[in-house]
């Protein structure tokens, strides 16, 4: 029986041997693809023209850096301080309204930066109504007697784009603070710290992991933001490299000053390991108990709500209700132009065209990291990943140079055989632009899949093979049914995110297409704020679906 029974085996292992080469296969292809930009940024920059290096550290790398840290520091400041706050307030103390704050405070994420940006310059323009009201107030007539200072600024820059970004804190860090145990704040009180002491001596400490991480996501988006800092006279690097390479037409100079960006990307990142780097956990053999609020009645409920309040207002229910108003009145004025119409159609495909890859993508490499675990699979999933801390000019400079020399290669071979041309095939068929969301939100699928591929016991592989299912039958019909809930999730927050990037958009878009993210750009630095408010209404509005599902896994979780 056993000598009958192995030569049967064998063509069975060898076929489950080739599927799962297969499989890590796609995978190497993957992060070849997400692998490729940041490799042809660095040699251009490197080796594409050396004698622009001086010119950029005398003229452009100094004032650029000198900002665009100075932003970074602002930005991080604020957004430890609103996020830390409000986590610990919504986590440690009960109080009217709090179960509405909890989801509320999530809602600035729904606004892209250089949305808040253009609402706030219209809402608090020198003649604008909040200045009017102002000045009524105290009994000025004009703006040359009485005018608020200039949002166009550093400051205004870092308090709008730190009350954009602080839910990355909040989120993490509130997380952090209800499932830390209560009994470590219970011990910290029975050895005499008072209460004001808790959050200082006991919370805060534990919860600085989870700060770290927060942390590094809102400098990332503030180092991806482009449309915020120009509109508000920062220059930083990415607001550099769009200038460098849109208004001077220069490539290398824009992907050096890409390659410092990403060498300030790789530092966020250091800093973010090195603040967890003395961070252990143990965990007892008892059930943690979750923090138990304190009770705050009268005045002092009502100040931790209005305390709450503030920023979601001015990160959310403001620039939401501006935009609301001024849509409805350029819609009732002039209606819904065909243009409008033509641009929301243009970002819903570009951007579910974009999803799909990227889910396809992100299935692949996490299925072969759980098919074949090893070295080879694990660092064909770390590639892949790398494109979501990037900003987005440094993946379009990236993605530019090799896509437009393989245009030029394919020009020639169509003129060579077929007597034509097919010009910039790649570029202007939208083809680099979906490559661009592609590697630069590959993380967030790939993470999702490994997410769902974990909480599947491998037992079900063993099941299924005992079955006969090879393992590509037993991903399509194990793995994929059981993690579709996490792919849709995956899948939503993909496509917004593609919907609301701008700085890939601007610099890989087609000539003469324009996404609703386009459109609003062009119209806030013409300071025709009217034109825009209907497409800013329409990606706020969709913006916040992901943060709907977020707010729901998390009270779900606590």
Excluded at 177 to 184: E, M, P, R, V
Excluded at 246 to 263: E, K, N
Aim: aromatic share 10%.
């Amino acid at each position: 029986m056993t000598d009958t029974a192995l030569p049967r085996s064998f063509p069975v292992q060898a076929a489950r041997r080739k599927v799962g080469r297969l499989w890590l296969f796609m995978a190497a292809i993957v992060a070849l693809l997400v692998a490729t930009p940041i490799l042809a940024l660095a040699w251009e920059a490197l080796h594409g023209s050396s004698d622009l290096w001086p010119h950029l550290f005398a003229f452009v790398l100094p004032t650029a850096l000198i900002q665009t840290l100075t932003l970074l520091c602002g930005v991080g400041i604020l957004v430890i301080f609103i996020g830390t706050g409000t986590a610990w307030l919504v986590a440690a103390y009960d109080f009217p309204g709090r179960g509405m704050l909890e989801w509320a405070l999530l809602l600035p994420l729904a606004v892209p930066t250089y949305i808040i940006a253009y609402a706030y310059l219209d809402i608090l323009h020198p003649i604008g109504f909040v200045q009017g009201v102002i000045r009524a107030t105290l009994g000025y007539s004009s703006p040359r007697e009485f005018r608020l200072p200039d949002i166009r600024s550093m400051t205004g820059c870092i308090v709008l784009l730190g009350f954009v970004l602080y839910p990355y804190v909040y989120i993490t860090t509130r997380a952090m603070f209800l499932t830390q145990a209560a009994n470590l704040i219970e011990a910290a009180r029975t050895l005499g710290t008072r209460r004001s002491q808790v959050f200082w001596r006991v919370a805060l400490p534990l919860a600085r992991p989870a700060i770290a991480v927060g942390v590094s996501l809102a400098l990332m988006e503030a180092l991806n933001d482009i449309g915020a800092s120009e509109f508000l006279g920062v220059k930083t690097l990415t607001v550099s490299v769009y200038t460098t390479w849109i208004t001077r037409s220069d490539l290398p100079g824009a992907a050096q000053i890409a390659l410092a960006m990403l060498f300030l990307v790789i530092a966020l990142i250091v800093m973010e390991r090195w603040a967890r780097r003395r961070q252990r956990y143990s965990l007892t053999a008892q059930r943690n108990r979750s923090l138990m609020p304190r009770k705050l009645g009268g005045f002092a409920g009502w100040m931790a709500f209005f305390c709450g309040f503030v920023p979601v207002f001015i990160g959310f229910l403001a620039p939401a209700a501006y935009l609301a108003v001024e849509a409805w009145k350029r819609f009732h004025l002039a209606g819904l132009s065909g243009q409008l119409v033509s641009e929301a159609a243009n970002t819903i495909v570009m951007s579910a065209l974009a999803t799909a890859i990227v889910l396809v993508f992100g299935l692949a490499v996490a299925y072969a990291m759980r098919l074949r675990p090893g070295r080879f699979s694990a660092v064909a999933y770390r590639l892949s990943t790398i494109g979501y801390a990037a900003p987005g000019t440094v993946i379009a400079i990236g993605i530019l140079i090799p896509i437009a020399a393989l245009d030029q290669f394919i020009d020639r071979r169509a003129i060579d055989w077929f007597g034509f041309s097919t010009g910039l095939l790649l570029i202007g068929s939208g083809a680099a632009l979906i490559y661009a969301y592609a590697v630069r939100f590959l993380a967030i699928s790939a993470g999702a899949a490994d997410a769902g591929f974990s909480r599947i016991p491998i037992s079900f592989d063993q099941a299924a093979r005992s079955l006969g299912e090879n393992a590509t039958g037993t991903f399509r019909n194990v793995h994929l049914p059981l993690s579709k809930t996490a792919l849709a999730a995956a899948g939503l927050l993909v496509f917004v995110d593609c919907m609301k990037e701008l700085p890939a958009t601007l610099l890989l878009r087609p000539l003469n297409f324009e996404t609703l993210a386009t459109h609003l750009y062009g119209e806030a630095a013409r300071g025709t704020y009217e034109e825009a408010s209907i497409a800013a209404l329409a990606i706020v509005l969709i913006g916040t679906l992901p943060v709907i599902v977020l707010a729901r896994v998390g009270r779900q979780k606590s």
